[in-house]
């Protein structure tokens, strides 16, 4: 019971989420009912965690890298282009936007840092 307990620790942390399961269910080629409200350690005993100990280890650990990772597109990312402007001038006499101007370069390097933390 004491090297089952620290996998279903793992699973129960809020970075698990339902595609998580899913890959588990996968993995044990069974239905867990992680969805229901009957969902209890029983469940998991009968599947006999230990028998894919290392794979819950890295479903688990990827799990917190993808929460890390979405929080900061959420936080970081998301709230750097809610707020970012490209300032659209006429060119010479045509009254009609035509060409970009203002903090293009800024706005350039701000999309490439975030496209290279993506990647």
Not at 3 to 13: F, I, M, Q, R, W
Not at 14 to 26: A, D, G, N, V
Not at 86 to 95: A, G, Q, S, T
Request: proline share 4%; net charge negative.
């Amino acid at each position: 019971m004491t090297e089952v307990l620290p996998l279903v620790a793992g699973l129960a942390k809020p970075s698990i989420m339902e595609r998580h399961w899913l890959e588990i269910c996968e993995l044990f080629k069974a239905e867990i009912p992680y969805n229901k409200e009957t969902f209890c350690l029983r469940d998991l005993l009968t599947i006999k965690l230990l028998d894919k100990r290392e794979d819950i280890e890295d479903i688990a650990d990827s799990a917190d890298k993808q929460l890390k990772l979405e929080t900061q597109l959420r936080d970081d990312i998301g709230k750097t282009w809610e707020h970012m402007e490209l300032e659209i001038k006429p060119f010479k006499n045509i009254d009609a936007p035509c060409y970009l101007s203002g903090n293009i370069t800024e706005v350039q390097e701000k999309l490439e840092e975030h496209l290279n933390n993506l990647n």
